[in-house]
């Protein structure tokens, strides 16, 4: 593992405003936010998300896929209905006919 575990061993997300919109906190992964839903919900970009990992917090890019798979992507069905959006950045070209 990287130089800085701690980042492994803290709770990864809060929940807060008047909605109840979740979001990361540790990591915070500022770096990966895209935008917001009409409905509140941050949008992170997964490709960004492993990226800060690697940058920030020194893991390997195995490392931080393995992290963000288990840890933030199995846990968006436990934050509830403004849980985060992990969007997959794909080519507009592949869906467009």
């Known amino acids: 593992m990287g130089k800085e575990d701690n980042v492994f061993e803290s709770f990864i997300y ?13 990591p ?17 970009s997964y490709e960004k998300m492993v990226q ?8 390997t890019e195995e490392e931080a896929i393995d992290y963000i798979d288990y840890n933030c992507i199995r846990g968006l069905g ?13 080519d507009v070209d592949e869906y467009i006919l």
């Open 14 to 26: 809060e929940i807060g405003g008047d909605d109840g919109t979740a979001y990361f906190v540790n």
């Open 28 to 44: 915070t992964y500022v770096d990966a936010i895209q935008g917001v839903t009409t409905d509140n919900r941050i949008v992170y």
């Open 52 to 59: 800060y990992l690697v940058e920030h917090e020194y893991v």
């Open 78 to 90: 436990y934050m509830g209905d403004h849980s985060p959006i992990i969007m997959y950045e794909r």
